[in-house]
T-cell receptor
Framework: DSGVTQTPKHLITATGQRVTLRCSPR?????VYWYQQSLDQGLQFLIQ???????AKGNILERFSAQQFPDLHSELNLSSLELGDSALYFC????????????????FGEGSWLTVV | AQKVTQAQTEISVVEKEDVTLDCVYE???????LFWYKQPPSGELVFLIR??????QNEISGRYSWNFQKSTSSFNFTITASQVVDSAVYFC????????????FGSGTRLQVQP
Protein backbone atom coordinates (compact mmCIF):
# COMPACT_ATOMS: atom_id res chain seq x y z
CA ASP A 1 0.00 0.00 0.00
CA SER A 2 1.59 3.24 -1.22
CA GLY A 3 -0.58 5.47 0.95
CA VAL A 4 -2.02 7.28 -2.06
CA THR A 5 -5.78 6.77 -2.31
CA GLN A 6 -7.75 7.10 -5.51
CA THR A 7 -11.49 6.90 -6.08
CA PRO A 8 -13.34 5.53 -7.91
CA LYS A 9 -11.39 2.45 -8.90
CA HIS A 10 -13.56 1.79 -11.93
CA LEU A 11 -15.84 4.07 -13.88
CA ILE A 12 -17.88 3.54 -17.02
CA THR A 13 -19.48 6.52 -18.67
CA ALA A 14 -20.81 7.65 -22.02
CA THR A 15 -19.22 9.93 -24.56
CA GLY A 16 -19.85 13.59 -23.92
CA GLN A 17 -20.14 13.13 -20.19
CA ARG A 18 -18.03 14.59 -17.40
CA VAL A 19 -16.36 12.72 -14.56
CA THR A 20 -14.28 13.62 -11.54
CA LEU A 21 -11.46 11.49 -10.21
CA ARG A 22 -10.33 12.02 -6.67
CA CYS A 23 -6.97 11.55 -5.01
CA SER A 24 -5.72 11.72 -1.44
CA PRO A 25 -1.92 11.96 -1.26
CA ARG A 26 0.27 10.22 1.26
CA UNK A 27 0.30 11.86 4.66
CA UNK A 28 2.79 14.73 4.61
CA UNK A 29 3.15 14.86 0.83
CA UNK A 30 2.57 18.29 -0.66
CA UNK A 31 2.92 17.46 -4.34
CA VAL A 32 0.28 15.67 -6.36
CA TYR A 33 0.74 14.43 -9.91
CA TRP A 34 -1.75 13.07 -12.40
CA TYR A 35 -0.80 10.59 -15.09
CA GLN A 36 -2.73 8.90 -17.86
CA GLN A 37 -1.88 5.40 -19.04
CA SER A 38 -3.34 4.30 -22.33
CA LEU A 39 -2.36 1.47 -24.64
CA ASP A 40 -1.14 3.71 -27.43
CA GLN A 41 0.38 6.58 -25.43
CA GLY A 42 1.93 4.79 -22.49
CA LEU A 43 2.31 6.68 -19.21
CA GLN A 44 1.83 10.37 -19.83
CA PHE A 45 2.26 13.14 -17.31
CA LEU A 46 -0.78 15.39 -17.17
CA ILE A 47 -0.32 17.93 -14.41
CA GLN A 48 1.33 18.58 -11.06
CA UNK A 49 0.19 20.57 -8.06
CA UNK A 50 2.27 21.62 -5.11
CA UNK A 51 0.61 22.83 -1.94
CA UNK A 52 -2.46 24.00 -3.82
CA UNK A 53 -0.70 25.68 -6.71
CA UNK A 54 -0.24 24.36 -10.22
CA UNK A 55 3.45 23.50 -10.60
CA ALA A 56 3.84 21.92 -14.01
CA LYS A 57 1.73 20.95 -16.99
CA GLY A 58 2.26 18.04 -19.27
CA ASN A 59 0.12 16.64 -22.05
CA ILE A 60 -3.17 17.64 -20.50
CA LEU A 61 -6.06 18.34 -22.84
CA GLU A 62 -8.08 21.53 -22.52
CA ARG A 63 -11.13 19.39 -21.74
CA PHE A 64 -9.33 18.22 -18.61
CA SER A 65 -8.69 20.25 -15.50
CA ALA A 66 -7.43 19.63 -12.01
CA GLN A 67 -7.08 21.30 -8.68
CA GLN A 68 -5.57 20.69 -5.29
CA PHE A 69 -7.56 21.69 -2.26
CA PRO A 70 -6.36 23.15 1.08
CA ASP A 71 -6.46 19.70 2.65
CA LEU A 72 -4.10 18.63 -0.18
CA HIS A 73 -6.46 16.19 -1.85
CA SER A 74 -6.78 16.64 -5.57
CA GLU A 75 -9.43 16.17 -8.22
CA LEU A 76 -9.04 15.59 -11.93
CA ASN A 77 -12.05 16.66 -13.98
CA LEU A 78 -12.53 15.15 -17.40
CA SER A 79 -15.25 16.66 -19.58
CA SER A 80 -16.76 16.11 -23.03
CA LEU A 81 -15.40 12.61 -22.82
CA GLU A 82 -14.38 10.78 -25.96
CA LEU A 83 -13.74 7.11 -26.58
CA GLY A 84 -10.02 7.83 -26.69
CA ASP A 85 -10.08 9.08 -23.11
CA SER A 86 -10.55 5.52 -21.90
CA ALA A 87 -7.46 4.86 -19.85
CA LEU A 88 -6.04 4.19 -16.43
CA TYR A 89 -5.57 7.45 -14.56
CA PHE A 90 -2.98 7.55 -11.84
CA CYS A 91 -2.51 9.97 -9.04
CA UNK A 92 0.87 10.16 -7.37
CA UNK A 93 2.39 12.17 -4.56
CA UNK A 94 5.77 13.20 -3.23
CA UNK A 95 7.09 15.20 -0.34
CA UNK A 96 8.54 18.22 -2.05
CA UNK A 97 9.98 18.54 -5.50
CA UNK A 98 13.48 19.73 -6.16
CA UNK A 99 15.20 19.02 -2.88
CA UNK A 100 18.08 16.58 -3.13
CA UNK A 101 17.34 15.21 0.31
CA UNK A 102 13.83 14.31 -0.68
CA UNK A 103 15.05 12.56 -3.79
CA UNK A 104 11.73 13.26 -5.31
CA UNK A 105 10.41 9.74 -4.81
CA UNK A 106 6.95 9.63 -6.25
CA UNK A 107 4.45 7.09 -4.99
CA PHE A 108 1.46 6.08 -7.05
CA GLY A 109 -2.08 5.18 -6.17
CA GLU A 110 -3.81 2.11 -7.59
CA GLY A 111 -5.34 4.11 -10.40
CA SER A 112 -8.85 4.81 -11.66
CA TRP A 113 -9.94 2.78 -14.65
CA LEU A 114 -12.07 4.94 -16.92
CA THR A 115 -14.04 3.38 -19.74
CA VAL A 116 -15.89 5.66 -22.13
CA VAL A 117 -18.57 3.93 -24.18
CA ALA B 1 14.24 17.33 -23.24
CA GLN B 2 14.40 14.21 -21.17
CA LYS B 3 13.79 10.80 -22.63
CA VAL B 4 13.80 7.23 -21.38
CA THR B 5 14.18 4.27 -23.69
CA GLN B 6 13.36 0.69 -22.84
CA ALA B 7 14.19 -1.15 -26.01
CA GLN B 8 12.94 -4.54 -24.81
CA THR B 9 9.20 -4.67 -25.32
CA GLU B 10 8.69 -8.13 -23.93
CA ILE B 11 10.91 -10.75 -22.33
CA SER B 12 9.96 -14.31 -21.55
CA VAL B 13 12.05 -16.47 -19.23
CA VAL B 14 11.66 -19.69 -17.34
CA GLU B 15 11.53 -19.62 -13.58
CA LYS B 16 14.94 -19.42 -11.85
CA GLU B 17 16.57 -17.77 -14.82
CA ASP B 18 18.27 -14.42 -14.36
CA VAL B 19 16.94 -11.56 -16.46
CA THR B 20 18.17 -8.02 -17.10
CA LEU B 21 15.90 -5.19 -18.14
CA ASP B 22 17.62 -2.38 -19.98
CA CYS B 23 17.03 1.33 -19.54
CA VAL B 24 18.79 4.16 -21.36
CA TYR B 25 18.04 7.78 -20.63
CA GLU B 26 18.72 11.25 -21.97
CA UNK B 27 18.79 14.45 -19.97
CA UNK B 28 20.51 17.80 -20.05
CA UNK B 29 20.37 18.19 -16.31
CA UNK B 30 23.44 17.37 -14.24
CA UNK B 31 21.35 16.32 -11.28
CA UNK B 32 18.55 13.89 -11.84
CA UNK B 33 16.84 10.86 -10.39
CA LEU B 34 16.18 7.48 -11.91
CA PHE B 35 13.45 5.12 -10.87
CA TRP B 36 12.11 1.67 -11.53
CA TYR B 37 8.45 0.81 -11.05
CA LYS B 38 6.66 -2.49 -11.32
CA GLN B 39 3.14 -2.80 -12.69
CA PRO B 40 1.66 -6.24 -11.96
CA PRO B 41 -1.44 -7.47 -13.81
CA SER B 42 -3.66 -5.82 -11.18
CA GLY B 43 -2.54 -2.46 -12.53
CA GLU B 44 -1.01 -0.53 -9.66
CA LEU B 45 2.43 1.05 -10.02
CA VAL B 46 4.79 -0.15 -7.34
CA PHE B 47 7.92 1.84 -6.54
CA LEU B 48 11.06 -0.30 -6.56
CA ILE B 49 14.05 2.01 -6.41
CA ARG B 50 15.27 5.57 -6.75
CA UNK B 51 18.84 6.40 -7.73
CA UNK B 52 20.41 9.88 -7.58
CA UNK B 53 22.67 10.90 -10.44
CA UNK B 54 25.53 11.73 -8.09
CA UNK B 55 25.51 8.26 -6.57
CA UNK B 56 26.75 5.64 -8.99
CA GLN B 57 26.96 2.88 -6.45
CA ASN B 58 25.10 -0.18 -7.56
CA GLU B 59 22.39 -1.52 -5.32
CA ILE B 60 21.16 -4.95 -4.41
CA SER B 61 17.90 -5.73 -2.69
CA GLY B 62 17.26 -9.42 -2.33
CA ARG B 63 16.91 -10.87 -5.81
CA TYR B 64 16.86 -7.40 -7.37
CA SER B 65 19.95 -5.45 -8.38
CA TRP B 66 20.48 -2.25 -10.29
CA ASN B 67 23.47 -1.17 -12.35
CA PHE B 68 23.78 2.58 -12.88
CA GLN B 69 26.37 3.71 -15.41
CA LYS B 70 26.50 7.42 -16.02
CA SER B 71 29.06 7.03 -18.80
CA THR B 72 26.56 5.11 -20.91
CA SER B 73 23.41 6.78 -19.50
CA SER B 74 22.05 3.43 -18.47
CA PHE B 75 20.22 2.16 -15.42
CA ASN B 76 19.67 -1.55 -15.85
CA PHE B 77 17.66 -3.81 -13.60
CA THR B 78 18.48 -7.47 -12.98
CA ILE B 79 16.25 -10.04 -11.35
CA THR B 80 18.15 -13.07 -10.14
CA ALA B 81 16.44 -16.45 -9.97
CA SER B 82 13.21 -15.10 -11.39
CA GLN B 83 9.87 -16.24 -10.03
CA VAL B 84 6.38 -16.34 -11.52
CA VAL B 85 5.39 -13.48 -9.20
CA ASP B 86 7.92 -11.29 -10.99
CA SER B 87 5.70 -11.34 -14.08
CA ALA B 88 4.74 -7.73 -14.65
CA VAL B 89 5.48 -4.68 -16.73
CA TYR B 90 8.53 -2.81 -15.50
CA PHE B 91 8.97 0.88 -16.10
CA CYS B 92 12.12 2.93 -15.91
CA UNK B 93 11.60 6.65 -15.26
CA UNK B 94 13.59 9.86 -14.99
CA UNK B 95 13.03 13.02 -13.00
CA UNK B 96 15.16 16.11 -13.35
CA UNK B 97 16.03 18.28 -10.40
CA UNK B 98 16.04 21.66 -12.08
CA UNK B 99 13.92 20.92 -15.08
CA UNK B 100 10.55 19.27 -15.08
CA UNK B 101 10.42 17.28 -11.91
CA UNK B 102 7.57 15.04 -12.92
CA UNK B 103 8.56 11.59 -14.04
CA UNK B 104 9.20 10.77 -17.65
CA PHE B 105 8.58 7.09 -18.21
CA GLY B 106 9.96 4.63 -20.67
CA SER B 107 7.53 2.51 -22.63
CA GLY B 108 7.95 -0.42 -20.26
CA THR B 109 9.17 -3.99 -20.58
CA ARG B 110 6.71 -6.81 -20.10
CA LEU B 111 8.35 -9.68 -18.27
CA GLN B 112 6.74 -13.10 -18.36
CA VAL B 113 8.17 -15.73 -16.10
CA GLN B 114 7.04 -19.21 -17.05
CA PRO B 115 6.86 -21.94 -14.40
Amino acid sequence: DSGVTQTPKHLITATGQRVTLRCSPRSGDLSVYWYQQSLDQGLQFLIQYYNGEERAKGNILERFSAQQFPDLHSELNLSSLELGDSALYFCASSVEPGRPSSGNTIYFGEGSWLTVV
Amino acid sequence: AQKVTQAQTEISVVEKEDVTLDCVYETRDTTYYLFWYKQPPSGELVFLIRRNSFDEQNEISGRYSWNFQKSTSSFNFTITASQVVDSAVYFCALSERTGRRALTFGSGTRLQVQP
